[in-house]
């Protein structure tokens, strides 16, 4: 008998319900078509998956992120994997755009959860051998896994876009001290100068910002984030920024999360272009919103997966 090898194993890709427009959009770039799986509901609610097509000896790609309703979209993937490996798929990558429960990620007081080592657990109980995923709050999260994991950077994407503004006098600022490598990082790609702000989390929904390390009087910033959850990080940063006398802020965050009062607070701060991914399906009207897709990222991921052939270029940030 032939050994399994993903590049003599079918290619089959699956989407759950969480972002089927970016999963449509990794199919076309690879050429192929969604295969068909009805993810839907018992009466009760819970999650019923059926897989209409044959899995047997194949290499599946499972694409879903992890995002709004959280533990549904969760429970989905872990479901769809349960289905895959009890249908004999030979191999079983979940490709995880935007990876929910990643902030919870240490014990940082008493009484807490590790949520993204539970979450990691989890996806591994349930048969996934690989996972592919973009931009994780933190890039430690990768070592809760005991299968291999392809962290990738939107970087690519972000860098290649800010080159084509061809901003003078730039500056690219974290909203936080936390942020400052990724900021760094950027800065040296874009030949920018840096800047941070010093933010304070009041609650889930609040943070105070007080002062700006780094000069941003008459400079074009751009804020660089992970994600935009209740847009208060980003946008007190940019109200700040341009009282320091900015020119113009625009922001570019991975993960469009824009939960509670998100898109109010957004459309409310001085921000000359707001720049996401489509990791999460974005529907919010913000006129000043710039969408640019990863899918082209995540499809040359799967594509060199399964042809067994490196990754690791994809890793580095341009
Ligand atoms: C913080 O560590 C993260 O990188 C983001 O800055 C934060 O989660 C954004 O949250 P919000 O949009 O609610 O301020």
Same mark, same amino acid.
């Given at each position: ?16 319900n969480s972002n089927r427009s970016l999963s449509e959009a ?17 009466? $009760?609610?819970?999650?019923? @998956?059926?897989? %209409?097509?044959?899995?047997? &000896?194949? *290499? =599946? ?129 874009? $030949?920018?100068?840096?800047? @941070?702000?010093? %933010?304070?989390?009041?609650? &889930?929904? *609040? =943070? ?33 920024l341009k009282e320091k006398g900015a020119r113009k802020v ?69």
């Amino acid at each position: 008998m032939t050994p399994f090898s993903p590049a003599n194993a079918p290619m089959l890709l699956f989407s759950g319900n969480s972002n089927r427009s970016l999963s449509e959009a990794i199919a076309s770039y690879l050429g192929v078509s969604l295969g068909s799986c009805e993810v839907g509901r018992f009466p $009760d609610g819970e999650v019923r @998956v059926k897989f %209409k097509a044959d899995v047997r &000896g194949a *290499d =599946v790609f499972l694409i879903q992120s992890t995002c709004t309703p959280v533990n549904d979209h969760l429970v989905e993937l872990l479901i769809m994997a349960d289905a895959l490996r009890r249908a004999s798929a030979a191999r079983i990558t979940a490709v995880i755009p935007y990876f929910g429960y990643s902030r919870q990620d240490r014990k940082d007081e008493g009484r807490v959860p590790i949520t993204a080592k539970l979450v990691a657990d989890l996806l591994q109980a349930s048969g996934i051998n690989r996972v592919v995923t973009l931009d994780l709050h933190a890039a430690q999260i990768q070592g809760f896994f005991n299968i291999p994991v392809d962290h990738l950077y939107a970087s690519r994407v972000f860098t290649k876009y800010v080159r084509q503004l061809e901003l003078p006098d730039l500056v690219v600022a974290s909203p936080d001290a936390g942020g400052m490598k990724q900021a760094w990082g950027y800065s040296k790609r874009l $030949d920018a100068y840096l800047a @941070v702000v010093e %933010k304070r989390r009041i609650s &889930g929904e *609040d =943070v105070e910002v007080g002062f700006v390390i780094g000069d941003v009087a008459n400079k074009n910033v751009v804020i660089i984030d992970d994600m935009i959850s209740t847009g208060g990080s980003v946008s007190k940063a940019a109200q700040l920024l341009k009282e320091k006398g900015a020119r113009k802020v625009f922001v570019m965050a991975t993960h469009a999360i824009f939960c509670g009062r998100a898109v109010e607070k957004l459309r409310n701060a001085p921000f000359e272009e707001i720049i996401v991914t489509d990791t999460i399906p974005v529907t919010a009207n913000i006129e000043r919103l710039k969408v640019l897709s990863v899918a082209e990222l995540l499809g040359e991921a799967v594509h060199r997966i399964h042809s067994n052939k490196s990754v690791s270029t994809l890793f580095q940030r341009l």
